[in-house]
T-cell receptor, first 112, second 112 residues
């Protein structure tokens, strides 16, 4: 189906483990984004990408790694998960001419 | 990006028009007004945007004052499914950091 999908939708992991959240979009949008949403903070930008192989830091990038080898995929990796990274993670995309972003359904991550 | 101010919550009766205000008194000439909403446990959803003219689409209308210091999102016939947090975001197009800055928004509750 067309659109933007995230997987897994729910994940529980332990402190210190590596975990990767996947984001896939079928629109061939150039721009993709990762946000986290915590109670009391709203959505905060972690990383974004303007095209394949081009990524840049957002507001809260520490502890996260991203890659963009293909236009349609933008995985987010927590190299060594910490409890403070327990959050809901949203991926988004947009094309080059229209600035409205389209969001995925989110991944709820719990780090124990 | 200019800062926005929204009321934390509003109620509206089902079938009536919901009018959500947003103040953005420091908006610059090249900044657009965007509206998104987030229904509980879902990803944010783009609604509408505008620069200085009023805009209408299938979801809503956006009224921007002549001095551009405030705007109103209008949902013409609110339904229970419109209960959500509504975010007013002011953002210029282009430039470096491309993410959206979400404030606390307005929690709109549609009453049956």
């Amino acid at each position: 189906d067309a659109g933007i999908t995230q997987s897994p939708r729910y994940k529980i992991t332990e402190t210190g483990r590596q975990v990767t959240l996947m984001c896939h979009q079928t629109w061939s949008h150039s721009y993709m984004f990762w946000y986290r949403q915590d109670l009391g903070h709203g959505l905060r930008l972690i990383y974004y990408s303007a095209a394949a192989d081009i990524t840049d830091k957002g507001e809260v990038p520490d502890g996260y790694v991203v890659s963009r080898s293909k236009t349609e995929n933008f995985p987010l990796t927590l190299e060594s998960a910490t409890r403070s990274q327990t959050s809901v993670y949203f991926c988004a995309s947009r094309d080059t001419t229209n600035y409205e972003q389209y969001f995925g359904p989110g991944t709820r991550l719990t780090v124990t | 990006d200019a800062k926005t101010t929204q009321p934390p919550s509003m109620d509206c009766a089902e079938g009536r028009a919901a009018n959500l205000p947003c103040n953005h008194s420091t908006i610059s000439g090249n900044e657009y007004v965007y509206w998104y909403r987030q229904i509980h446990s879902q990803g944010p959803q783009y609604i509408i945007h505008g620069l200085k003219n009023n805009e209408t689409n299938e979801m809503a209308s956006l009224i921007i004052t002549e001095d551009r210091k405030s705007s109103t999102l209008i949902l013409p016939h609110a339904t229970l499914r419109d209960t959500a947090v509504y975010y007013c975001i002011v953002k210029a197009r282009g430039g470096g950091a491309d993410g959206l800055t979400f404030g606390k928004g307005t929690h709109l509750i549609i009453q049956p």
